[in-house]
């Protein structure tokens, strides 16, 4: 069975610090990404991708960046933490082909104060 | 950008109902699919329909897929208190490998 770990489930830091959220799958899928979700907005598509080193912008990502040095791991990186990305942030993994479902981590919810 | 829209936005039921779910997407995709999340947790994948399929069923869990009016339903059959969870559906667009697009889900509770 797919496993898709997220290094914290809950993780409190404060405005301006840096912040690392990290992402593991251990069923070699090509493709991974990166989701917050936040209450009446359900899940938006922070950063994804497709291979090593390969990185995509999704719909919000502004404040992030991301790094996949290895395939198995994902890296999620606040640059300069605020208020407002205090959120849920979900990671996920898929195959590049055939039935691309994600499968998710258990989520890390970020309080920045 | 939100493609899937889900309805209602929630829904409570008693323990042994039927609870139907709706969603709503603009553009053509290459398949629909469905997923649950309990409170404080990841998603998790119910099941996947392909744009020329009408109909699939998993279990107690039916999905219909209507290609010409943009809309899904799921349909969960003699509901638990343990069916009590978010859904959302999640669209993957066109062809090749394109990230899904998820609804902001609906809220289901089964009362006991």
């Known amino acids: 069975d797919v496993k898709v770990t997220q290094s914290s489930r809950y993780l409190v830091k404060r405005t301006g610090e840096k912040v690392f959220l990290e992402c593991v799958q251990d069923?070699?899928?090509?493709?991974m990404f990166w989701y917050r979700q936040d209450p009446g907005l359900g899940l938006r598509l922070i950063y994804f991708?497709?291979?090593?080193?390969?990185?995509e912008k999704g719909d919000i990502p502004e404040g992030y960046s991301v790094s996949r040095e290895k395939k198995e791991r994902f890296s999620l990186i606040l640059e300069s933490a605020s208020t407002n990305q205090t959120s849920m942030y979900l990671c996920?993994?898929?195959?590049?082909?055939?039935?691309?479902?994600?499968?998710f981590g258990n989520g890390t919810r970020l309080t920045v104060t | 950008s939100q493609q899937g829209e889900e309805d209602p936005q929630a829904l409570s039921i008693q323990e042994g109902e039927n609870a139907t779910m709706n969603c709503s997407y603009k553009t053509s995709i290459n398949n629909l699919q469905w997923y649950r999340q309990n409170s404080g947790r990841g998603l998790v994948h119910l099941i996947l329909i392909r744009s020329n399929e009408r109909e699939k069923h998993s279990g107690r869990l039916r999905v219909t897929l209507d290609t010409s009016k943009k809309s899904s339903s799921l349909l969960i059959t003699a509901s638990r208190a343990a069916d009590t969870a978010s859904y959302f559906c999640a669209t993957e667009l066109g062809s090749g490998n394109t990230p899904l697009v998820f609804g902001k889900g609906t809220r289901l509770s089964v009362i006991a």
């Open positions: 991708s497709y291979d090593v080193k390969m990185k």
């Open positions: 996920a993994s898929s195959t590049r082909t055939g039935i691309r479902s994600l499968h």
């Open positions: 069923m070699d899928h090509e493709n």
